[in-house]
């Protein structure tokens, strides 16, 4: 079983649509949980983190997590097309003095039609 | 600040071919990384390194070397290249780990096809 799992997609959404981008973990270490957006051939750029579990919103994303159930998930509200990018979820368990390596899933690839 | 950049772009080598994959950062971050992604597999991490000096493996450090004699630099080195080694290379950094998380920033990848 892999530590990270994330359903490759790709996805494709009308403009306007509510997206839900979703990922399992099995690791229960884990504590730090990331979004990242990655644009065709560019490099990740951090979109969001959060620390535990809870809900976290920032603009017309909101970032979840489920601790008890191991999941974690992204909501894109009124999507546009400049949001067609593939979405990586990461993790990262808590240690003192920490490496800060991450975890990553396989990403999906979201795709906003006009 | 140009973040973190990654030379060459792309590079196509011949198998059994070495070469080295450049990386600087201008942040002044202490940690630094090197991922290859494969399509459909994420981001595997190849090596890390905490500071100048300091080195480590990751998950999948098999056909690479890696140093780090100051903070800005971090080149990856490939030796004997093998067609198993195609994939686009990102270099990232961070400040400290500690006890919180730290933004790790990419690069703009280099696409490395061996044949």
């Known amino acids: 079983q892999k530590e990270v799992e994330q359903d490759p997609g790709p996805l494709s959404v009308p403009e306007g649509a509510i997206v839900s981008l979703n990922c399992t973990y099995s690791n229960s270490a884990f504590q730090y949980f990331m979004w990242y957006r990655q644009y065709s051939r560019k490099g990740p750029e951090l979109l969001m983190y959060?620390?535990?579990?809870g809900n976290k919103e920032d603009g017309r994303f909101t970032a979840q997590v489920d601790k008890s159930s191991k999941y974690i998930s992204l909501f894109i509200r009124d999507s546009q097309p400049s949001d067609s990018a593939t979405y990586l979820c990461a993790m990262s368990p808590y240690y003192g003095g920490a490496t800060n390596k991450l975890i990553f899933g396989t990403g999906t690839l979201l795709a906003v039609q006009p | 600040n140009a973040g973190v950049t990654q030379t060459p772009k792309f590079r196509i080598l011949k198998i059994g071919q070495s070469m080295t994959l450049q990386c600087t950062q201008d942040?002044?971050?202490?940690?630094m990384y090197w991922y290859r992604q494969d399509p459909g597999m994420g981001l595997k991490l190849i090596y890390y390194?905490?500071?100048?000096?300091?080195?480590d493996k990751g998950e999948v450090p098999n056909g690479y070397n890696v140093s780090r004699s100051t903070t800005e630099d971090f080149p990856l080195r490939l030796e004997l290249a093998a067609p198993s080694q195609t994939s686009v290379y990102f270099c990232a950094s961070s400040h400290t780990g500690g006890r919180s998380y730290n933004e790790q920033f990419f690069g703009p990848g280099t696409r490395l096809t061996v044949l």
């Open positions: 390194s905490v500071g100048a000096g300091i080195t």
């Open positions: 942040m002044n971050h202490n940690y």
């Open positions: 959060t620390y535990s579990s």
